[in-house]
């Protein structure tokens, strides 16, 4: 089968209420993660399917994958101001070079050899 990127899925889904968006990981039982792959939907708040619109309610697989519905909130900007200077940088701040795509600001690490200290970023390869 198939699997559409990420970022398909959600243009897919984005015109539902309460989606604010989708990833990939594993799909969540009872609080345990489980070893199955999972399209992962995030939700404002979750509803019962008898409370939705047809529209809304998100099937139980997309592409083959299971799909797992995680409420998170309103999701909002750490800082309006998208193209200032944070000092400090705080951990899920927006980095990269102007060139290329960017990147999540995740932690400063020191290198185990030398000591010289590292930016440490997540892969957002879709």
Do not use: C, W
């Not at 889904?13 to 609080?31: D, F, P, Q, T």
């Not at 019962?48 to 994958?65: T, V, W």
């Amino acid at each position: 089968m198939v699997r559409r990127p990420t970022l398909d899925v959600f243009r897919e889904l984005r015109s539902a209420e309460n989606i604010v968006g989708v990833g990939k990981g594993y799909k969540i039982v009872r609080g345990e993660s489980t070893d199955q792959q999972a399209t992962v939907v995030l939700v404002k708040k979750k509803v019962a399917k008898d409370k939705l619109r047809n529209e809304s309610i998100i099937p139980k697989k997309i592409d083959g994958r299971l799909t797992d519905v995680i409420e998170v909130g309103d999701l909002r900007f750490f800082n309006e101001d998208r193209t200032g200077r944070a000092r400090p940088a705080k951990p899920g701040l927006s980095i990269g070079h102007y060139k290329i795509s960017a990147g999540t600001f995740g932690a400063v690490v020191r290198d185990a050899s030398t000591g010289r200290p590292l930016i440490l970023s997540n892969n957002q390869a879709a």
